[in-house]
């Protein structure tokens, strides 16, 4: 369906599942985004749940999606392994990424349909291509360093393991060994090489530390983890080093931002590149509402919607 065709349709409202949605600059951003891409709603509704929600609290948001008629579908973040985890099978199709990493991001109805797909692995590599030269790892030999094995994490390695210009070595750090587990089997599903992953367990930060600091220089960093998000903190201390000339990826934009602000306190002392989640925010937000609205994106309207954004950024 085409921008024009779709302003045709009748109304309705999307939802935002996650934590904390009235602080997202979604909010702002919605309705303009309505406007440039012609929506039939300009409204969008928060389901908020607690990061301990159980069983019986998602298969309710997902039953409630999928029972209102005016309801279009739902962008969800924090939950997306725990939606599919507990509702899955409330849906009538689910697509490979969804199964193969176990989790849901979006959620959109074709007719009397129920659809939830993994947008994760798309996103987070346009995220990375908007900053990371195609040839980087091929050039520099750096790694790959990503704290956190959740969905944005598992993701990440996902898309790298299909990257042409590939890293040598992905390690992937968590503080339980089932989320490991499940990366492990994801990767095993997926077909990906033994050996590009490292799953490394760590119980400290000074741990994660120390596999930030040995590093080659120019690895890509990242904090998968949400922590300076949906909760304080960051998964390194103060005193962690990054390697000379990193990429160092906080995969948020909103919130106390604690990894951030720690690679920017080094960024001229070793020569960081430090980028921010707001092009990830981009990217995933605009996958998710072309999906529900069955839009075709190109790269020209997605520059249209982050122009339309970039008021909103805080």
């Excluded at 520099?140 to 996902?158: K, M, P, R």
């Excluded at 750090?173 to 587990?181: I, N, S, V």
């Excluded at 990826?249 to 430090?274: C, I, K, M, P």
């Excluded at 925010?281 to 919607?305: C, K, M, N, Y």
Aim: charged content about 25%; some cysteine; overall charge negative.
């Amino acid at each position: 369906m085409t921008i024009t065709e779709n302003a045709t349709a009748t109304g309705g409202y999307m939802g935002f599942v996650g934590v904390s949605t009235g602080s997202s600059s979604i909010m702002q951003v919605f309705p303009r985004w309505a406007e440039v891409l012609g929506l039939p709603t300009t409204e969008l509704v928060g389901h908020d749940l607690p990061m301990d929600a159980g069983p019986a609290q998602y298969r309710a948001m997902v039953e409630q999606i999928r029972d209102d008629p005016h309801h279009r579908g739902a962008l969800v973040t924090t939950h997306k392994m725990n939606v599919f985890a507990a509702a899955s099978d409330l849906f009538d199709e689910l697509d490979p990424f969804a199964v193969s990493c176990a989790e849901i991001s979006s959620i959109s109805k074709r007719g009397d349909r129920l659809i939830g797909r993994a947008k994760d692995p798309i996103t987070v590599d346009l995220a990375l291509n908007d900053f990371l030269p195609s040839d980087h790892f091929a050039r520099t030999g750096a790694e790959v360093v990503i704290l956190g094995a959740g969905g944005s994490g598992t993701a990440l390695s996902w898309a790298l393991a299909e990257r042409a210009d590939a890293p040598s070595k992905v390690t992937v750090t968590a503080r339980d060994d089932e989320k490991l587990a499940h990366l492990r089997d994801v990767h095993r599903q997926h077909g990906t090489r033994d050996g590009f992953i490292e799953y490394v367990r760590t119980d400290a930060v000074e741990q994660a530390a120390a596999l930030v600091a040995a590093a080659p220089a120019g690895s890509l960093v990242v904090n998968a983890t949400g922590l300076g998000k949906d909760r304080p903190g960051s998964p390194l201390p103060d005193d962690a080093v990054f390697p000379e000339d990193a990429w160092v990826w906080e995969f948020n934009y909103r919130g106390s931002l604690e990894f951030l602000h720690q690679a920017r306190a080094q960024d001229a002392a070793r020569g960081l590149h430090v980028v921010d989640g707001w092009r990830y925010f981009i990217h995933g937000w605009s996958q998710v509402v072309a999906d529900v609205f069955e839009i075709d994106l190109t790269p020209e309207i997605v520059e249209r919607l982050a122009e339309a954004a970039e008021s909103a950024r805080r």
